[in-house]
């Protein structure tokens, strides 16, 4: 049932209540934090505390990567619909094609596609794309681990610059290099540059995307391993959050 705009009304007031007579308040990005803020004149923002989600040491403690490969092998995991800007990436990544031949690249989904996606990258790359469907945590886990380049796309909607997808975070737990096509002001392009896991770019960056791409390749063709092994994701960790939290409480 839709509230009525009375009810709406009330509910603001009783969150506006809230937000001021509350000692502390925990949000899980700044993008909310700010729109807290905005609420009312009397919010303090130094006691809104922002705690991401974040990911699961054990879900990766035993998943090891497949070193000395000859393919280099792109990651994208969870859906994939029409409000993902895929196409300026798909457009990059086959140019990197065109002009690589002496190495093999792969583009692998995991999760759900949407069928208009899965025939236009098969058309556009084809022999250089993998579907997997939907698989197990553990499967996922496993496959970002050896995969060599995590692919981050943020849905073309309003207010996108506030998205954090829990796989952003085990994205940087599987320390792959990430390629972040969204808002470059967004909250998950600060955390990527933040952990020096990659670079974001908008969509229209496509021939900049390319460049990053040919570097992470001829990185891949002269050492096999282009892992990120710096440990700032490590705050990302939910014992880390757990820790912080409590500290809080």
Do not use: W
Not at 100 to 121: C, M, N, P, R, Y
């Amino acid at each position: 049932m839709n509230h009525t705009v009375l009810a709406k009304k009330i509910d603001a007031r009783y969150e506006k209540d809230v937000l001021e007579q509350a000692d502390k308040i925990v949000v899980v990005s700044d993008f909310i934090k700010n729109m807290f803020i905005q609420k009312s004149s009397k919010i303090n923002p130094a006691k809104i505390y922002v705690i991401p989600n974040g990911y699961d040491e054990e879900d990766f403690k035993d998943v090891n990567p497949i070193l000395n490969k000859t393919t280099l092998t792109i990651a994208y995991n969870g859906t994939l619909s029409n409000d993902y800007p895929i196409e300026p990436f798909i457009e990059a990544l086959k140019k990197v094609i065109d002009s690589t031949t002496d190495i093999a690249v792969k583009l692998q989904f995991t999760g759900s596609v949407s069928e208009e996606i899965i025939q236009h990258i098969k058309m556009t790359i084809p022999n250089h794309c993998i579907f997997n469907g939907h698989v197990s945590h553990k499967k996922s886990v496993e496959i970002l681990r050896n995969s060599d380049i995590s692919l981050l796309l943020i849905p073309a909607v309003a207010n996108n610059e506030g998205i954090l997808t829990g796989k952003l975070f085990e994205y940087l737990a599987a320390e792959n290099p990430i390629i972040c096509i969204g808002p470059k002001q967004g909250n998950a392009a600060a955390i990527i540059e933040k952990c020096q896991a990659g670079q974001t770019f908008e969509k229209q960056d496509i021939d900049q995307i390319a460049a990053y791409l040919e570097k992470l390749v001829a990185q891949f063709k002269r050492s096999k391993n282009i892992k990120i092994t710096n440990q700032l994701h490590a705050q990302y960790s939910r014992r880390n959050l757990s820790k912080t939290m409590a500290e809080l409480l």
